[in-house]
């Protein structure tokens, strides 16, 4: 089940694009990724217009939220744009395209984050719900032992109590 950040917009403009189901939760960082592995694996959601908003005016918030992700395991940033969108300058912004190119590889270099460019709303849902889904079923099987485990560890404090 894919988990949606409370802070992405109702409806949010993946979700319709989704198979699987989808629930609103609080995520520490990123605005995708799923129950009960939020701080194991998640997504950053950006149109290319709030892309290039977070390399200029709203950096420092930013590289704090990229900084953050590097204590999650599997991070991607999807972007609904192209590197080719950006090196001709379509985007509204004082910042020139190659700036914001620069500052791009800049950033995927400094924090080990990709950054998938994709080029519509459709396909970046499409590779996010596929990211998630793929890595859950790489984990899956470590992820039942921790839940056993758990469970485990949960009936004998219940013994060790009763």
């Not at 609103?24 to 998640?42: F, M």
């Not at 900084?67 to 080719?84: K, L, P």
């Given at each position: ?19 699987a189901p ?33 390399l200029c ?78 890595w859950f ?26």
């Amino acid at each position: 089940m894919i988990l949606i950040d409370n802070r992405e917009p109702t409806p949010s403009p993946w979700e319709h694009y989704f198979s699987a189901p989808a629930v609103r939760g609080t995520l520490p960082t990123g605005d995708y990724s799923l129950i009960a592995c939020k701080h194991l694996v998640a997504v950053e959601r950006k149109t290319l217009a709030d892309l290039i908003s977070c390399l200029c005016t709203g950096r420092e918030r930013f590289e704090k939220e990229l900084a953050r992700a590097q204590a999650i395991a599997h991070f991607w940033v999807i972007c609904e744009g192209s590197y080719r969108d950006i090196l001709a300058g379509n985007f509204r912004s004082q910042m020139t395209p190659q700036s914001a190119f620069q500052s791009i590889v800049a950033l995927m270099t400094r924090y080990r984050i990709p950054f998938l460019m994709v080029g519509d709303a459709r396909t970046a849902a499409q590779l996010c719900e596929s990211l998630l889904s793929k890595w859950f079923r790489e984990h899956e099987k470590v992820i039942d032992q921790v839940r056993k485990a758990q469970k485990k560890a949960a009936y004998k404090e219940e013994g060790l109590h009763a």
